[in-house]
């Protein structure tokens, strides 16, 4: 019989705006996009992990005039430091759309062209407040409330600016949208957003003004040639060009509809009204779940005042600068366990710092130094009489319970609760565990009982390591590479961890010991 094709999962992140340098905020919705990435990974689906920059913005020419470069060579750099930086956070996507490529081009004309063959666009005129920072027509209530100015650059004047446009008819969809939501409760999440734009589209949205004439740096609509596509309408078809619309069909059908869409959760409205209105629009399926995912704000470490990264703050703190200081892991760690993604968060250094020593340095790191330090003095570093055997459980430490709670908060991103249920039911019981039996007393009067409580300790190091592959993928992998556990790393699935394995040879140490020690995993800070 065939093998049944295993399932697929294609997933993307927002695209960035290249003008300014990668910052905690948009690493933070990296992070989260890789944790679920890497965990289907685990779970057998063939996966798809999109993201890209968001180049054709009149800002971005407007930056790249002003360091004496073409936009293009401009977005290239960028894009190249911006990708410097996901791979440097381990971030495992697998294609980086950048809106100013040649293959982005000719899928935003073929698509507009398909939604304008299909009777969705009408030409009009647009006449309205427009502001330079936000690229944006603002509404005559938004300008009324802000007194007159935008309400993000309040120090930028607006201008009056009419011109011809053309309309995406998007107010046609209002109740296949709302049917949309209704059949697919999941739709929108976190639930919170829901409601939002629910009371949203059930007021009625206005048709959207998706071109603009006069610009240079974009895309040409190809019926009228003297217009570029309005930067909003192009940069959400960066997801559908990562895999092949309009130029490689069967690849298109293999991934699309989309599994999810990581967003921020300012940007709900664009992803759930008018992104699957434009995808109807065309013909295709909308996607299965938009995720609008929380901000990171910066804690003040004098006033606990809790404020915006920004650079008029002067508290902007780049990937980068954590990264190279201390490591990718810790980064990783402290934001998926401090920040409840679907929620906000906050960074502070005092707490960055105590965590890597609470929960990293002392709690897991610890526990594995000490493991492989015992083991290590073992003859030939192996564990006697453990071949074949599988270790007994620890007390207060139910493996199986435990996989099937941190998998359900994986799937739901409730990230922070997956890392806090493998502290508290597996590396917590472990590390109390190891204080009670002492081994490091026991090992110079009886080896032989020594060797026992060792091979059941190891087996909570074990599934934790199993759990925590899609959150610390460099850490976790030099733990588990330190023993020779029977199934190779690139095969271990979430559900091994409930499956003690047995080893056909005597449990050893493979780490390298220098004076019978192993490297720190976890330095501590401070
Ligand atoms: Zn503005």
């Known amino acids: 019989m065939p093998e049944s094709q295993p399932k697929k999962w294609f997933q993307t992140t927002a695209i960035d705006y290249p003008n300014s340098r990668p910052h905690i905020g948009t690493a ?71 809106t100013s490529e040649e293959r982005h081009h000719r899928c935003c004309r073929a698509f507009i062209q398909k939604v304008y063959d299909n009777g969705y666009i009408r030409k009009d005129k647009f006449e309205g407040w427009y502001c330079n920072g936000c690229e944006a027509f603002k509404s005559e209530q938004e300008v009324k409330d802000a007194n007159g100015v935008c309400p993000l650059h309040p120090n930028a004047p607006l201008v009056r600016r009419s011109e011809d446009c053309y309309y995406f008819e998007q107010s046609k969809f209002r109740d296949r949208l709302l049917k949309l939501y209704e059949d ?148 990783r760690y402290y934001f998926l366990r401090e920040c409840p993604f679907p929620a906000d968060g906050e960074f502070s250094w005092q707490r960055f710092a105590d965590l890597n020593n609470a929960d990293l340095s002392n709690n897991l790191g610890n526990l594995y130094s000490r493991l492989v330090t015992l083991i290590g003095k073992y003859d030939g570093g192996a564990l006697p009489g453990t071949a074949g055997r599988v270790p007994a459980a620890i007390q207060g430490i139910d493996a199986a319970a435990t996989v099937a709670q941190v998998r359900a908060h994986v799937e739901a991103c409730r990230y922070n609760q997956a890392l806090e249920t493998i502290w508290r039911q597996v590396l917590d019981p472990a590390n109390q565990a190891i204080e009670r039996a002492a081994p490091w007393k026991s090992i110079k009067t009886d080896k032989d009982a020594t060797a026992e409580v060792l091979f059941q300790l190891l087996e909570p190091l074990r599934i934790s390591t199993v759990l925590l592959k899609p959150f610390l993928p460099r850490s976790a992998e030099t733990i588990y590479a330190s023993f020779n556990f029977e199934r190779p790393w690139a095969e271990v699935r979430f559900g091994d961890a409930a499956k003690p394995q047995t080893a056909t040879d005597d449990l050893r140490v493979l780490a390298s010991l220098v004076d019978g020690k192993v490297k720190p995993l976890f330095p501590r800070i401070g």
Not at 67 to 94: H, N, T
Request: proline share 4%; charged share 25%; with cysteine.
């Open 28 to 98: 933070f919705e990296k992070l989260g996009a890789d944790v679920q990435a890497r965990y289907r990974r685990m779970e057998g689906f063939r996966v798809f992990f999109l993201m890209g920059n968001d180049e054709n913005t009149v800002k971005v020419a407007k930056r790249a005039a002003e360091l004496g470069q073409d936009p293009k060579s401009y977005c290239d750099e960028m894009a190249r430091q911006f990708r410097a930086v996901w791979d440097a956070l381990e971030i495992s996507y697998d294609e980086f759309v950048q």
């Open 184 to 331: 697919r409760p999941d739709f929108i999440q976190p639930e919170t957003r829901r409601n939002e734009i629910l009371a949203l589209v059930k007021e009625g949205l206005q048709d959207l003004n998706i071109t603009r004439l006069g610009e240079t740096w974009g895309i040409r609509v190809p019926w009228d040639e003297r217009f570029t596509i309005y930067v909003w309408f192009d940069a959400l078809l960066t997801y559908i060009t990562g895999i092949g619309y309009g130029s490689d069909e069967s690849q298109f059908k293999q991934w699309w509809p989309c599994d999810t869409h990581f967003i921020g959760k300012d940007i709900t409205r664009f992803h759930c009204a008018t992104w699957p209105a434009m995808l109807l629009a065309a013909g295709l399926e909308p996607p299965r779940i938009v995720f609008g995912h929380g901000f990171v704000y910066k804690k003040n470490e004098e006033t606990g005042a809790v404020e915006k990264f920004s650079k008029s703050l002067g508290n902007v703190i780049e990937p980068m600068d954590i990264v190279t200081k201390f490591s990718a892991e810790v980064f």
